[in-house]
């Protein structure tokens, strides 16, 4: 009985179809009561079917022809349009150039992706999964509760093998395991990511740097660390496979004297030993087809002082960020705003050229504070801020002047400015630190950051307020900036 029924309701739909003419049936995804279909933003791309009136010709959606089988029936595999707004999946069955049906199914793209969307939509994704970084400064993290260690340029495509928690769990090559923040990356269609070949490499030095490039198709996730002799720079290039014939030196080049490359399971390392210390920094970026690593230079003899140094001093926070609030009600941000222009007079008058990251009460991005030394070519980025612990730290325990650092290179300078800070603010030994903070990530200069006092310690947060303290921390500074200069190189 119920099959008697099939075939006649067949039968029925069928001869609807064939009297109205050419037809389009849109079967995924479902339109429910005229609403648009709301995708999360962690797709990228989804599919759409249905059928068409068997015979037709010629079927696109937007824009892009879809195959259709005998049968008419259609599968397609499209990109989600990257835009915010309402947009839709135009369905139009040609005949020639003559449109003689069409659909329209709108569409639009979760406004506020969160980790939970992604965590509920990951049984649409299958693994592995090729992904691309798309926002800058983003990070990839040893473990989903690691730390993070790599900083992916926008472009790199990365392979994921999980989903957890907010987090791809990443195969940076060869089962060397990451994670990454759903939110720093798209998905792609592609489900195997190849290595990517590094080619021949060349050394050639201009005025203020010494550079060498590899050619290098796409970025890829790196990790670079200064030799603790600091003599070497090592870089760890992931899912790379070395195709290095040859490496053209320049015998006259006073940094770089030999590059060493090892194929490792995960990649390839690549140590560029030098025959002088990588103190001022270094840069490594992809452009235009090929990796360079640019060290800077070391100081000529004889200018081993501040003299024309070019310091950027950040004051910590300012405008909606207060930073911390002590008891009294003094804000970060103005002390360290205060603290940064005496610091900038004082390192004046002994001849370095120094600019502030904020010289008022503004808002402004920690990366934007990075940026504006790296444009001045900065010798230094100091960063000023007053300390404060988390809630579930006693206030009481703790007090004093700390100071951090995070590249290798940057240590022989924080350690000479965390003694003449000490000797200057004659508050307890907080600590050195090697810490993983944006402000002194950056490679490109010598980077610190000093923790004052604490503000929410009332007797500390009692000298902050007074100009003759900040003026004794930024002489002590100054004093320590000489110190520094006189034996980097
Ligand atoms: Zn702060």
Redo the contacts with the bound molecule.
């Keep these: 009985m119920k099959l008697t029924l099939c075939v006649f309701s067949f039968l029925i739909t069928v001869f609807a179809a064939q009297a109205s003419g050419a037809d389009i049936r849109l079967i995924y995804p479902r339109v429910e009561n005229e609403k648009p279909i709301v995708y999360p933003v962690p797709l990228d791309s989804t599919f759409v079917l249905g059928n068409v009136t068997a015979g037709s010709v010629r079927l696109q959606i937007n824009g892009q022809d879809v195959p259709l089988s005998e049968h008419g029936a259609f599968l397609a595999w499209l990109p989600l349009r990257k835009m915010t707004g309402q947009t839709s999946w135009e369905l139009s069955l040609l005949d020639g150039e003559e449109e003689i049906a069409s659909h329209s199914c709108p569409y639009q793209i979760e406004s506020n992706s969160s980790a939970k969307s992604i965590a509920d939509t990951t049984f649409r994704i299958h693994f592995p999964r090729v992904l691309e970084v798309t926002v800058p400064n983003g990070h990839i993290r040893t473990a989903v509760q690691g730390t993070y260690h790599i900083f992916p340029e926008v472009g790199c495509r990365l392979s994921a093998v999980e989903c957890s928690g907010g987090f791809f769990l990443l195969d940076l090559g060869n089962g060397f395991p990451a994670a990454i923040d759903t939110s720093f990356v798209e998905i792609r269609q592609d489900s195997i990511l190849s290595p990517i070949l590094l080619g021949n490499g060349v050394c050639r030095r201009t005025e203020s740097d010494s550079r060498c490039s590899f050619a290098l198709a796409e970025p890829v996730a790196w990790h670079s660390e200064v030799s603790s002799d600091g003599q070497t720079l090592v870089l760890d290039l992931f899912r790379v496979a070395s195709a290095v014939n040859r490496i053209r030196y320049d015998v006259e080049d006073p940094l770089i004297r030999d590059i060493v490359w090892e194929q490792k399971p995960y990649g390839v390392t690549l140590s560029l030993n030098c025959r002088n210390k990588v103190e001022r920094g270094y840069e490594i970026e992809w452009r235009e087809d090929s990796l360079r690593v640019s060290i800077r230079k070391p100081f000529r003899r004889g200018l081993n002082n501040l003299k024309g140094k070019k310091i950027v001093v950040d004051a ?2 300012g405008g909606k960020s207060t ?2 609030i002590g008891p009294l009600g003094t804000n ?1 941000k103005d002390v ?1 705003l205060k603290w940064a222009q005496i610091l900038k007079h004082e390192l004046e008058d002994c001849g370095a050229v120094v600019n502030l990251t904020r010289a008022e009460d503004a808002d402004l991005g920690l990366y934007d504070r990075i940026d504006t030394a790296r444009k001045l070519n900065a010798d230094f980025l100091l960063s000023l ?2 300390n404060a612990l988390p809630d579930n730290e006693n206030p009481l325990t703790r007090h004093g002047s700390s100071t951090y650092y995070y590249q290798s290179h940057s240590r022989s300078a924080a350690e000479i400015l965390h003694k003449a800070l000490l000797k200057a603010s004659g508050l307890p030994d907080d600590g050195l630190y090697d810490a993983n903070l944006a402000l002194v990530r950056p490679t490109l200069f010598p980077s610190v950051l000093i ?1 004052g006092a604490y503000i929410i310690y009332p007797p500390e947060e009692e000298q902050l307020q007074t100009e003759a303290f900040l003026r004794r921390l930024s002489k002590g500074l100054t004093h320590g900036l000489t110190e520094y200069f006189k034996t980097a190189r």
């Design positions: 910590g926070h930073g911390a970060e360290t801020h007053c923790e």
